[in-house]
């Protein structure tokens, strides 16, 4: 994470009323207008503000950016309609200040805690911006979630978060990971940015570029602005709440380094049981990938390259990725709660699936061993295994042989009779020796013979883009 200094709130808003480029519109829905006010109350806001405007009235706000077919005002699609309205009016109506001014139209939609405390504050916060007078537009969007328990408190952050948006696209608009980190400057734990989409022609948003969403998705979480990000399988930055809601959703957790044949029958095999269990159509279910940093970590360290190739296969294999800095399931699950989930599965190897009961058992010596195993295993979550071989490539390992210590065996085998524990059914044995890491150092050492572990399209992918330190030279 950067520790360099934060520069204070009000000296970024008066920085950005100084410069007198900067010149555009707020339009703020839900938590008052707590952006446009840090720029009023540093001064010199004249230099920076055309117009700030809050359309609390629902029949008024529809009569100026239309109606939301879902009904809803703090969403995705509202912020986009305020952007659009906003921009259009700043270009149609200072055609005689668009050689001199850099145009900005900033719009959020927010819903802050209620009085009662029985909701949790979130938004969505945007910025249409032009880096040049004249210069073709550029977008930021994040989602926020507030963590103040005082809808005061939350608007405040709300407008902190708004400030360090605006310094972010005019003062670090060449450094990526000082762009995302910034948006956290003076918010620790009391915001958290769990999506973030910048496009525009100011950034290279080719595939692996600096500018790459998905790359910006890690930075989130690398930074700990989130403990949980997704993108979709075109690498687009996407929210949960755009796909998840009310859905029943299998996550695979991995390594993907690289996804193997094995792999590939790991979310067949897996999600046909799902659907099957759940008895509904494929279409109401979701399944994606789940990279954690600790998966990514290697020495302390992260090689964003080995991150993209990661991404790059699951993409190609169809599924949305999550990137998490969940070092346990349960804080997953806590994350994915707020979407009201119908089922969640969850994909792990039968390996992992050892480690983590063995863990749960070794922390849990002091009688809170059952509370423990029931925060995981709740009755809308269910556990399926892979099986793997043992090291000597000989023997199968599956729930009915995996060895476990005696204290924890009596939980165990309740978790399996009540099927919150199953096995994946119908898994190919015959692939069962192929290693993902043998099969990683095979590419990088350039040994032949590594192809007839990956699948076509995926090896063609890998020489195509010389991902996981291909090179074809080496041959």
């Known amino acids: 994470m950067f520790d360099t200094p934060k520069i204070d709130t009000d000296q970024k808003a008066l920085e950005i009323n100084l410069n007198q480029k900067i010149y555009g519109t707020f339009a703020e829905i839900g938590a008052g207008q707590e952006v446009a006010r840090f720029f009023f109350k540093v001064g010199a806001a004249a230099g920076t503000i055309v117009k700030t405007m809050s359309a609390y009235d629902k029949i008024f706000s529809d009569r100026i950016y239309g109606t939301e077919s879902s009904g809803r005002y703090v969403c995705e699609s509202r ?17 005689s200040k668009i050689d001199q001014k850099t145009f900005f139209a900033f719009a959020d939609t927010i819903e802050a805690i209620n009085y009662q405390k029985t909701n949790r504050g979130h938004g969505w916060l945007g910025l249409r911006f032009q ?4 210069g073709e537009l550029n977008e930021l969007v994040v989602h926020a979630k507030m963590n103040d328990g005082d809808a005061q408190l939350q608007a405040s952050a709300i407008g902190i978060l708004g400030v360090n948006m605006l310094y972010a696209a005019y003062y670090h608009y060449n450094e990526p990971e000082k762009f995302v980190s910034s948006l956290h400057d003076h918010l620790q734990d009391r915001v958290s940015v769990d999506m973030i989409r910048l496009s525009g022609p100011d950034f290279d948003h080719q595939p692996g570029g600096d500018w790459d969403n998905r790359v910006l998705t890690y930075y989130l979480v690398k930074n700990k602005l989130t403990e949980v990000a997704v993108f979709d399988q075109e690498g687009k930055s996407i929210h949960p709440s755009e796909f ?14 690289p996804p193997t044949l094995v792999t590939e029958d790991v979310f067949d095999k ?18 994606v990938a789940e990279l954690t940093l600790d998966n990514l970590t290697k020495n302390g360290r992260i090689d964003i390259d080995d991150f993209l190739a990661r991404s790059e296969m699951i993409n190609a294999m169809g ?18 709660s707020d979407y009201k989930i119908n089922k969640l599965g969850i994909v792990i190897g039968i390996r992992e699936l050892r480690k983590l009961i063995t863990s749960i ?4 010596q002091d009688g809170t061993l059952l509370v423990a195993f029931g925060k995981l295993f709740t009755h809308n979550i269910k556990v399926f295994t892979y099986p793997a071989l043992d090291d000597e490539l000989n023997n199968l390992i599956t729930l009915d042989n995996m060895q476990l210590p005696d204290g924890i065996k009596f939980l165990y085998r309740f978790l399996i009779d009540q099927q919150l524990l199953v096995q994946v059914e119908n898994y190919n044995r015959e692939i069962l020796s192929i290693i993902p890491h043998g099969v990683f150092t095979m590419i990088k050492n350039a040994e032949p013979g590594w192809e007839r572990y990956v699948s076509p399209k995926l090896v063609d992918i890998i020489k195509q883009n010389q991902l996981f330190y291909y090179n074809d030279a080496k041959l």
């Open 79 to 95: 912020l986009y309609k305020m952007l659009d309205h906003e921009y259009e009016l700043l270009l149609d109506r200072l055609q």
């Open 131 to 134: 880096l040049h007078p004249g």
């Open 244 to 257: 998840l809601y009310r859905k029943a959703l299998m996550v695979v957790r991995g390594h993907f380094r």
């Open 270 to 287: 897996s999600f046909q049981m799902f659907i099957r269990d759940q008895a509904v159509h494929p279409s109401a279910c979701e399944m």
């Open 319 to 336: 599924y949305k990725t999550i990137v998490s800095d969940c070092n346990t399931h349960q804080t997953l699950i806590n994350y994915l």
């Open 361 to 364: 058992y070794e922390k849990h």
